[in-house]
Each structure stands twice: as structure tokens, then as C-alpha cells.
């Protein structure tokens, strides 16, 4: 499949040809949602914790006397029913992640890229290169694209650092490195800016056949 190379200003340079096993497989929205679940657990931190009967501190000694003072008979003053006591059924640390088939998320990520483009969401950018490192001029140049967040995504020679330092006061703005290209973030941000040289390693990155061959 074709889809026009635009620079910085919105023009068209040239045309590149999609791979459609990578940008043409069919919408798997459960697929999706379950990769999202995946990387928001793995994000979450499980420091949650509190203090068992076991872990408060103090002695094992009987607040007071077994008899004649009309409260009911108590072994320590640890339990929760005591103040600064221990915490009745309280969470514990505790990981949150849960694996997933390397396969699910090669495919997750396909139909997220797939989506995208169907929905002419996916923008091919020549170079991010530019001369001036002014956020003024960026800013005035993407406003052609009509965008409410925007994800660019560059190769793995690296960022211009003009680029760099003229997107860094831009809000609803990130970059990514080709490599760190994910699903939440695909789905997240309304357009994604990908340059040119980066197709050929997402493409080579997620094509099956080509990693069997490194195997071989």
C-alpha cells in the first residue's frame, strides 16, 4: 500500500510503499485492550503496604488486668482494635504485571499501526531535521497538520537535536524512539509522526520472517 512522504511544512516529497502485513492487518480491539491492561499493571508500582500483628512494634505484655475491670480480656495491645495497633486484612506489596505471548503483542501492535493508518491518523515525515531550534517555528509549522496530540517517532540514528530542543515547549507533544514504539501510546495520541528511516526498521522489527532468518 502507498502513502504520501510529507515534510515538516505539510508537503508532499515523494510516496512509500507500506508493508500490509505490518499496516494492513484487521482491527483486534480485545487484543488491544488486553496489551493496554498488560502495560498499565506492569507501570504500577504495588509498594502498597501496612503492618501486621507480627510487624507493630511493642510488647506482648496484657494492657490490663484479665479480670475486674469490665473490658473485655486483651493478650497485647497489637490488634487492630487497638490504636496504633495492627491493621486488620491491610494490602501488601505485591506485583501486578502478568505475561504475555511475544506473538500477542507483535500483533497488538500491527493492528494498532493498521488502525491508525485506516483512519489516516499515521503521518510519514521525511527528516525531522531542521535548522533552527526556535519552538516559535516548529510550533507554527505543525500547526498545519491539525493536530490535538502528537507522537514522533525516530530512527535509531537519532534525534536532531534542533528537533529536540524546539518540540520540548510544544505541549501534548512526545518523542519516541522506533524501538520504544508501543500500543497505549499508539492508541493514546491523536497523530503519529513517523520518519521515514524509521519504517524500515519497525517494518524489519515486527516482521516475523525476517527475525526466523536471524535464527536460522
Known sequence: ???????????????????????????????IHQIIRYQNAKSRQGSHKTKSRSEVSGR?????SQKGTGNARQGSNKP???????VSMGPLNRDYSFSIN?????????????IKLNLDKIIIIDTFEIESFKTKELYKDLQNFGYKSALFIYSDNGLNKNFKLASSNIPKISLLN?????????????????????INEITERL??????????
Open 1 to 31: 500500500m502507498k502513502i504520501s512522504i510529507l515534510n515538516l511544512k505539510n508537503k508532499s516529497v515523494g510516496d512509500i510503499d507500506l508493508d500490509s502485513n505490518i499496516f494492513g492487518v484487521k482491527k483486534l480491539p480485545d487484543l
Open 60 to 64: 506482648n505484655k496484657k494492657p490490663f
Open 80 to 86: 487492630p482494635n487497638f490504636r496504633g495497633g495492627a
Open 102 to 114: 511475544k506473538k500477542e503483542k507483535r500483533l497488538a501492535l500491527k493492528s494498532a499501526l493498521s
Open 178 to 198: 522506533q524501538k520504544g514504539i508501543n500500543v497505549k501510546d499508539l492508541i493514546t495520541y491523536d497523530k503519529i509522526f513517523i520518519e521515514q528511516k524509521s
Open 207 to 216: 516482521s516475523w520472517k525476517i527475525q526466523a532468518k536471524q535464527y536460522l
